[in-house]
Protein backbone atom coordinates (compact mmCIF):
# COMPACT_ATOMS: atom_id res chain seq x y z
CA UNK A 1 0.00 0.00 0.00
CA UNK A 2 3.08 2.28 0.68
CA UNK A 3 4.02 2.05 -2.69
CA UNK A 4 0.92 3.20 -4.10
CA UNK A 5 0.39 6.13 -2.43
CA UNK A 6 4.19 7.34 -2.90
CA UNK A 7 3.68 7.50 -6.50
CA UNK A 8 2.21 9.67 -9.20
CA UNK A 9 1.33 8.00 -12.53
CA UNK A 10 2.31 9.13 -15.45
CA UNK A 11 -0.79 9.16 -17.47
CA UNK A 12 -2.17 12.83 -16.77
CA UNK A 13 -5.57 11.41 -16.46
CA UNK A 14 -4.24 8.92 -13.62
CA UNK A 15 -2.83 10.52 -10.33
CA UNK A 16 -3.05 9.68 -7.12
CA UNK A 17 -3.12 12.99 -5.68
CA UNK A 18 -6.90 12.60 -6.69
CA UNK A 19 -8.12 10.15 -4.50
CA UNK A 20 -6.59 12.59 -1.45
CA UNK A 21 -8.87 15.13 -2.92
CA UNK A 22 -12.24 13.33 -3.05
CA UNK A 23 -12.71 10.65 -1.00
CA UNK A 24 -16.11 9.01 -0.72
CA UNK A 25 -18.00 9.51 2.73
CA UNK A 26 -21.05 6.69 1.42
CA UNK A 27 -19.44 3.20 2.05
CA UNK A 28 -22.53 1.97 -0.57
CA UNK A 29 -21.05 4.80 -3.25
CA UNK A 30 -17.33 3.97 -3.51
CA UNK A 31 -15.40 3.01 -6.49
CA UNK A 32 -14.77 -0.80 -6.60
CA UNK A 33 -12.32 -2.60 -9.22
CA UNK A 34 -15.29 -4.62 -10.11
CA UNK A 35 -17.21 -1.53 -11.17
CA UNK A 36 -14.12 -0.61 -12.94
CA UNK A 37 -14.25 -3.72 -15.13
CA UNK A 38 -17.71 -3.19 -16.04
CA UNK A 39 -17.55 0.57 -17.02
CA UNK A 40 -13.93 -0.26 -19.22
CA UNK A 41 -15.97 -3.17 -21.16
CA UNK A 42 -18.57 -0.59 -21.27
CA UNK A 43 -16.39 1.70 -22.87
CA UNK A 44 -14.91 -0.54 -25.16
CA UNK A 45 -18.13 -1.48 -26.61
CA UNK A 46 -18.58 1.81 -27.13
CA UNK A 47 -15.31 3.35 -28.89
CA UNK A 48 -15.14 -0.33 -31.19
CA UNK A 49 -18.95 0.33 -32.48
CA UNK A 50 -17.83 4.10 -33.06
CA UNK A 51 -14.84 2.19 -34.84
CA UNK A 52 -16.76 0.21 -36.73
CA UNK A 53 -18.40 2.54 -37.78
CA UNK A 54 -15.98 5.00 -38.57
CA UNK A 55 -14.00 2.14 -40.49
CA UNK A 56 -16.99 1.86 -42.92
CA UNK A 57 -17.84 5.45 -43.40
CA UNK A 58 -14.63 6.68 -43.81
CA UNK A 59 -14.45 10.04 -43.97
CA UNK A 60 -11.40 12.79 -43.49
CA UNK A 61 -13.65 15.09 -41.87
CA UNK A 62 -14.73 12.52 -39.41
CA UNK A 63 -11.77 10.92 -38.46
CA UNK A 64 -9.67 14.80 -37.87
CA UNK A 65 -13.33 15.75 -35.86
CA UNK A 66 -13.05 12.36 -33.91
CA UNK A 67 -9.17 13.54 -32.78
CA UNK A 68 -9.59 16.78 -32.11
CA UNK A 69 -13.44 16.05 -30.33
CA UNK A 70 -11.76 13.24 -28.32
CA UNK A 71 -8.59 15.61 -27.46
CA UNK A 72 -11.06 18.44 -25.97
CA UNK A 73 -13.24 15.70 -24.08
CA UNK A 74 -10.35 14.37 -22.55
CA UNK A 75 -8.88 17.58 -20.93
CA UNK A 76 -12.75 18.46 -19.49
CA UNK A 77 -12.38 14.67 -18.23
CA UNK A 78 -9.13 15.68 -16.37
CA UNK A 79 -9.79 19.04 -15.28
CA UNK A 80 -13.42 18.01 -14.23
CA UNK A 81 -13.25 14.57 -13.02
CA UNK A 82 -16.38 14.57 -11.66
CA UNK A 83 -17.90 14.53 -15.31
CA UNK A 84 -16.08 11.22 -15.92
CA UNK A 85 -19.65 9.11 -16.19
CA UNK A 86 -20.78 11.10 -18.59
CA UNK A 87 -17.67 12.66 -20.73
CA UNK A 88 -16.04 9.21 -20.71
CA UNK A 89 -18.92 7.44 -23.24
CA UNK A 90 -18.62 10.55 -25.24
CA UNK A 91 -14.94 10.49 -24.96
CA UNK A 92 -15.12 6.59 -26.35
CA UNK A 93 -17.47 7.68 -29.84
CA UNK A 94 -15.35 10.30 -30.53
CA UNK A 95 -11.42 7.75 -30.49
CA UNK A 96 -13.65 5.21 -32.08
CA UNK A 97 -14.50 7.34 -35.15
CA UNK A 98 -10.84 8.76 -34.88
CA UNK A 99 -9.43 5.03 -35.09
CA UNK A 100 -12.04 3.64 -37.49
CA UNK A 101 -10.56 6.38 -40.21
CA UNK A 102 -6.89 5.92 -39.30
CA UNK A 103 -7.84 2.15 -39.36
CA UNK A 104 -9.07 2.29 -42.61
CA UNK A 105 -6.30 4.30 -44.08
CA UNK A 106 -3.54 1.37 -42.66
CA UNK A 107 -5.57 -1.32 -44.28
CA UNK A 108 -6.11 0.15 -47.52
CA UNK A 109 -2.39 1.43 -47.59
CA UNK A 110 -0.54 -1.60 -46.23
CA UNK A 111 -2.68 -4.56 -46.81
CA UNK A 112 -5.66 -6.22 -45.60
CA UNK A 113 -5.38 -7.42 -42.13
CA UNK A 114 -3.36 -5.45 -40.72
CA UNK A 115 -6.21 -3.79 -38.88
CA UNK A 116 -7.35 -7.13 -37.21
CA UNK A 117 -3.78 -7.90 -36.47
CA UNK A 118 -3.29 -4.73 -34.48
CA UNK A 119 -6.55 -5.65 -32.46
CA UNK A 120 -5.52 -9.42 -31.65
CA UNK A 121 -2.08 -8.20 -30.44
CA UNK A 122 -3.34 -5.04 -28.32
CA UNK A 123 -6.66 -7.27 -26.88
CA UNK A 124 -3.70 -10.56 -26.26
CA UNK A 125 -1.26 -7.77 -24.44
CA UNK A 126 -4.23 -6.13 -22.36
CA UNK A 127 -5.07 -9.64 -21.10
CA UNK A 128 -1.46 -10.99 -20.77
CA UNK A 129 -0.37 -7.99 -18.45
CA UNK A 130 -3.90 -8.45 -16.47
CA UNK A 131 -3.18 -11.65 -15.82
CA UNK A 132 0.59 -10.93 -14.45
CA UNK A 133 -0.32 -8.11 -12.44
CA UNK A 134 -3.02 -10.16 -10.32
CA UNK A 135 -0.90 -12.85 -10.11
CA UNK A 136 1.95 -10.88 -9.01
CA UNK A 137 4.16 -11.68 -11.54
CA UNK A 138 4.33 -8.03 -12.65
CA UNK A 139 4.49 -5.83 -9.73
CA UNK A 140 4.21 -2.10 -10.18
CA UNK A 141 7.05 -1.38 -7.36
CA UNK A 142 8.82 2.41 -6.79
CA UNK A 143 11.06 1.67 -9.39
CA UNK A 144 9.40 0.33 -11.83
CA UNK A 145 6.95 2.99 -12.02
CA UNK A 146 9.92 5.79 -12.38
CA UNK A 147 11.62 3.37 -15.01
CA UNK A 148 8.03 3.72 -17.19
CA UNK A 149 7.60 7.44 -16.07
CA UNK A 150 11.10 8.36 -17.44
CA UNK A 151 10.65 5.91 -20.66
CA UNK A 152 7.54 7.37 -21.16
CA UNK A 153 7.92 10.79 -21.05
CA UNK A 154 11.42 10.04 -23.26
CA UNK A 155 8.83 8.65 -26.17
CA UNK A 156 6.66 12.02 -25.61
CA UNK A 157 9.38 14.45 -25.90
CA UNK A 158 10.71 12.35 -28.98
CA UNK A 159 6.95 13.05 -30.96
CA UNK A 160 7.15 16.96 -29.69
CA UNK A 161 10.09 17.25 -31.44
CA UNK A 162 9.45 15.13 -34.22
CA UNK A 163 5.92 17.15 -34.64
CA UNK A 164 7.57 20.28 -34.51
CA UNK A 165 9.83 19.57 -37.21
CA UNK A 166 6.80 18.61 -39.43
CA UNK A 167 6.41 22.32 -39.53
CA UNK A 168 9.81 22.88 -41.74
CA UNK A 169 9.08 19.81 -43.76
CA UNK A 170 11.57 17.14 -41.92
CA UNK A 171 10.78 14.82 -39.16
CA UNK A 172 12.44 12.02 -37.03
CA UNK A 173 13.06 9.28 -39.36
CA UNK A 174 12.62 6.45 -36.99
CA UNK A 175 8.86 7.64 -36.69
CA UNK A 176 8.29 7.32 -40.38
CA UNK A 177 5.99 4.49 -41.14
CA UNK A 178 7.86 4.24 -43.95
CA UNK A 179 11.33 3.74 -42.82
CA UNK A 180 11.24 -0.10 -42.80
CA UNK A 181 14.83 -0.57 -41.42
CA UNK A 182 15.57 -2.93 -38.49
CA UNK A 183 16.42 0.18 -35.80
CA UNK A 184 13.16 1.44 -37.08
CA UNK A 185 11.42 -1.44 -36.18
CA UNK A 186 13.28 -2.30 -32.42
CA UNK A 187 12.42 2.07 -31.98
CA UNK A 188 8.66 0.72 -32.30
CA UNK A 189 9.17 -2.37 -30.48
CA UNK A 190 10.29 -0.13 -27.64
CA UNK A 191 7.69 1.92 -28.01
CA UNK A 192 4.84 -0.91 -27.40
CA UNK A 193 6.77 -2.51 -24.57
CA UNK A 194 6.41 0.94 -23.23
CA UNK A 195 2.77 1.34 -23.65
CA UNK A 196 2.14 -2.06 -22.72
CA UNK A 197 4.26 -1.45 -19.50
CA UNK A 198 1.59 2.08 -18.80
CA UNK A 199 -1.49 -0.57 -18.78
CA UNK A 200 0.33 -2.52 -15.32
CA UNK A 201 0.56 1.50 -13.97
CA UNK A 202 -3.31 1.90 -15.10
CA UNK A 203 -4.47 -1.39 -13.28
CA UNK A 204 -2.43 -0.18 -10.00
CA UNK A 205 -4.02 3.24 -10.19
CA UNK A 206 -7.36 1.69 -10.35
CA UNK A 207 -6.34 -0.74 -7.33
CA UNK A 208 -5.00 2.02 -4.87
CA UNK A 209 -8.58 3.77 -5.48
CA UNK A 210 -10.73 0.91 -4.72
CA UNK A 211 -8.08 0.49 -1.64
CA UNK A 212 -8.99 3.89 -0.86
CA UNK A 213 -12.43 3.87 -1.12
CA UNK A 214 -12.63 6.69 -3.79
CA UNK A 215 -15.80 7.97 -4.84
CA UNK A 216 -17.83 5.97 -7.13
CA UNK A 217 -17.31 8.08 -10.37
CA UNK A 218 -13.81 6.97 -10.14
CA UNK A 219 -14.75 4.15 -11.83
CA UNK A 220 -15.27 6.14 -15.04
CA UNK A 221 -12.05 8.23 -14.29
CA UNK A 222 -10.07 4.86 -13.62
CA UNK A 223 -11.49 3.47 -17.23
CA UNK A 224 -10.45 6.84 -18.89
CA UNK A 225 -6.89 6.22 -18.29
CA UNK A 226 -7.29 2.61 -19.43
CA UNK A 227 -8.69 3.94 -22.79
CA UNK A 228 -5.85 6.51 -23.56
CA UNK A 229 -3.34 3.79 -22.48
CA UNK A 230 -5.17 1.11 -24.50
CA UNK A 231 -5.61 4.33 -27.89
CA UNK A 232 -1.71 4.48 -26.94
CA UNK A 233 -0.85 0.88 -27.43
CA UNK A 234 -2.64 0.36 -30.66
CA UNK A 235 -1.28 2.92 -32.71
CA UNK A 236 1.89 2.13 -31.93
CA UNK A 237 1.36 -1.30 -32.87
CA UNK A 238 -0.04 -0.25 -36.51
CA UNK A 239 2.70 1.74 -36.87
CA UNK A 240 5.11 -1.34 -36.09
CA UNK A 241 2.79 -3.69 -38.37
CA UNK A 242 2.96 -0.83 -41.36
CA UNK A 243 7.27 -0.98 -40.81
CA UNK A 244 7.07 -4.71 -40.74
CA UNK A 245 5.10 -4.96 -44.10
CA UNK A 246 7.47 -2.49 -45.86
CA UNK A 247 10.32 -4.26 -45.37
Known sequence: MGQHLSYRSKNPALNSKIFNQSLARDSSDIMTIQ??????????????????????????????????GGFVVA?????KKTWAPYTVPIYAVLEGL????????????????????????TV????????????????????FKLGVFAATGGIFLI????????FFGTGISVLNTNNSSTFSILFSLGVVVIASLNLVIDF??????????????????????????LVWLYLEILRMLAKMRNR
Open 98 to 121: ALGGISFYYEMTYGDGIVLQAISL
Open 159 to 166: YIVDFIMS
Open 35 to 68: GTVDKTAMALSILLVAGYFGYTSFSPVIMMGGFI
Open 75 to 79: MVTIF
Open 204 to 229: DFIEEGAEKGAPKYMEWYGTFGLLIT
Open 124 to 143: CILLSLLFAYRAKIIKATEN
